[in-house]
Nanobody, 116 residues
């Protein structure tokens, strides 16, 4: 199994930036893709961004041009740089990994609040 620990959330004003980090441990050699999902108040969990072991990225339309996902395979960490944050970005953000065997692992979630 893979264990995930998120950090970097908090309160930020509209237009501000935050960087989320997610450190993976355990069976990290099985990881194919890493990503971020979020769940806003009263909403379903949705994809934010993913990155594969080969570096291919995928973003939700709502964050394209504002968010950047990256990974450091030496540190076994995935990052989400969030710029030009909007109130509608307020959510609990979850780190996710997908193994080559299509097994998923989830972090505990971290709160991001965008408010003036």
């Amino acid at each position: 199994q893979v264990q995930l620990v998120e950090s970097g959330g908090g309160l930020v004003q509209p237009g501000g930036s935050l960087r989320l980090s997610c450190a993976a441990s355990g069976r990290i050699f099985t990881i194919y893709a890493m990503g971020w999902y979020r769940q806003g108040p009263g909403k379903q969990r949705e994809l934010v961004a993913t990155i594969t072991s080969g570096g291919s990225t995928n973003y939700a339309d709502s964050v394209k041009g504002r968010f950047t996902i990256s990974r450091d395979d030496v540190k076994n960490t995935v990052y989400l740089q969030m710029n030009s944050l909007k109130p509608e970005d307020t959510a609990v953000y979850y780190c996710n990994t997908m193994s080559y065997g299509l097994e998923e692992s989830w972090g505990q979630g971290i709160q991001v609040t965008v408010s003036s």
